[in-house]
């Protein structure tokens, strides 16, 4: 399609498919649903409210939070206007987010809550945008340079404006502290990005009926690649539980088709179930090995699937998967046979990351792809 980016795929659904469901999240307990259509005009708005902030081509939208809808829609508004988004993991020790924080000195921020709000004052430039997501705590709050993200929408509109983003152009770049305390980065460009997408979507024969579930935050390459890019792609549903605790308890409810995990997702996972079976020397768990055993007779299959293994993959929310996806380090044998057992069969999707160690001097700068031996480029 012409014009190959993250806005430009969303205004690509927006036309196609407008009344189907893009992105559902978990409020208070309920669920709300954003239709294409909507979450189109929804970006247009934080569009003009960026642009009335200052924000413009070249610039970057640090996102300091867990997963949640709101960091998304920034981030497709920020590369909208030019820009880069940079999550951040907010689960990261203090020292290593205020290291971060302090050599990236941006100009603007998402924030989730009043934590990650006070993390950002503390190790940014003096003047930071800081919009956050949850006002708790934040009511007395002096700080001018403090925008909360519904505060931010009613002061913009959906004015229709062309996307500056170019597919040659960065959409996302990740930072991280390595063993030496240096900081170092990894670009990734629309086209790239969008492209590995396409791929997974071909490979996996995803479609716009699948329900892909978002439950760890956007600062891992395998989850810009294999989650975000194929949701554009496919122009599938993708699914934000209410916080990072109750995320089992919302992937149960919703029983996703998609799912993207690391190893320690998967374990995790592994040990919420394996805590669910008896006693191998009970009757009962006798039972489940007869029914579990991979030689099984067409009456074990049938009996271990609506009595053993259906209601053990309701446990962890994978009634209904289709697609589930490895990242990152593999699983041990033993833990992919245990998922083998339960028809569970994970895929292993990574490739080798080209993280680059920036200079020690740069203490506010850092080279953009395009900047490489030219010269550097702020982060603002």
Same mark, same amino acid.
């Given at each position: 399609m012409a014009g190959n980016t993250f806005p430009h795929w969303l205004t690509h659904h927006s036309a196609t498919q407008p009344g189907r469901v893009a992105l559902r999240h978990k409020q208070l307990g309920i669920w709300h649903e954003q239709r294409w259509k909507d979450l189109h005009s929804e970006v247009l708005q934080l569009v003009d409210a960026l642009h009335k902030l200052g924000f413009g081509r070249g610039d970057t939208l640090v996102l300091l939070t867990h997963p949640r809808r709101e960091a998304l829609l920034l981030s497709i508004a920020a590369q909208w206007l030019g820009g880069i988004a940079a999550p951040l993991d907010p689960s990261l020790e203090d020292d290593m987010l205020a290291l971060l924080l302090t050599h990236?000195?941006?100009?603007?921020?998402?924030?989730?809550?009043?934590?990650?709000?006070?993390?950002?004052?503390?190790?940014?430039q003096p003047g930071v945008q800081v919009i956050y997501a949850e006002a708790r705590g934040l009511e007395g709050h002096a700080r001018t340079a403090l925008r909360q993200y519904r505060a931010l929408l009613s002061g913009a509109s959906a004015v229709p404006r062309a996307p500056v983003a170019e597919a040659e152009q960065s959409a996302f770049a990740l930072y991280r502290v390595n063993g030496g305390r240096h900081v170092q980065v990894e670009h990734f460009r629309h086209d790239e990005l969008l492209e590995e997408g396409r791929q $997974?979507? !071909?490979?996996? @024969?995803?479609? /716009?009926?699948?329900?892909?579930?978002?439950?760890? !935050?956007?600062?891992?390459?395998?989850?810009?690649?294999?989650?975000?890019?194929?949701?554009? *792609?496919?122009?599938?549903?993708?699914?934000?539980?209410?916080?990072?605790? *109750?995320?089992?308890? &919302?992937?149960?409810?919703?029983?996703?088709?998609?799912? !993207?995990?690391? @190893? &320690?997702?998967?374990?995790?996972?592994?040990?919420?179930?394996?805590? /669910?079976?008896? $006693?191998?020397?009970?009757?009962?768990? /006798?039972f489940v090995t007869y029914a579990l055993r991979p030689d099984a007779s067409i009456l074990q299959r049938f009996l271990g699937y609506w009595l053993v293994k259906r209601p053990l993959r309701d446990v962890i929310g994978f009634s209904r998967i289709r697609v589930p996806l490895l990242i990152g380090p593999a699983l041990?044998?033993?833990?992919?046979?245990?998922?083998?057992?339960? &028809?569970?069969?994970?895929? *292993?999707?990574?490739?080798?990351?080209?993280? @680059?160690?920036?200079?020690?001097?740069?203490?506010?700068?850092?080279?953009?792809?395009?900047? !490489?031996? &030219?010269?550097?480029? @702020?982060?603002?």
């Open positions: 990236l000195a941006p100009a603007f921020v998402f924030a989730e809550g009043q934590q990650q709000v006070e993390q950002a004052l503390a190790s940014s $997974l979507v !071909v490979a996996e @024969r995803l479609g /716009r009926h699948e329900e892909a579930f978002a439950a760890r !935050v956007f600062a891992t390459s395998g989850h810009l690649r294999y989650l975000l890019s194929p949701w554009l *792609t496919a122009g599938f549903t993708l699914n934000f539980p209410e916080n990072i605790l *109750t995320r089992d308890a &919302d992937r149960r409810e919703l029983g996703p088709t998609l799912v !993207v995990g690391t @190893r &320690d997702t998967y374990q995790r996972l592994e040990s919420l179930v394996r805590a /669910r079976l008896p $006693l191998p020397d009970s009757l009962l768990g /006798r041990p044998q033993e833990s992919l046979q245990f998922f083998r057992s339960l &028809d569970i069969h994970i895929h *292993t999707w990574d490739k080798v990351a080209n993280w @680059r160690t920036l200079p020690t001097t740069t203490i506010r700068q850092v080279p953009s792809p395009e900047s !490489v031996g &030219d010269g550097i480029k @702020r982060v603002s």
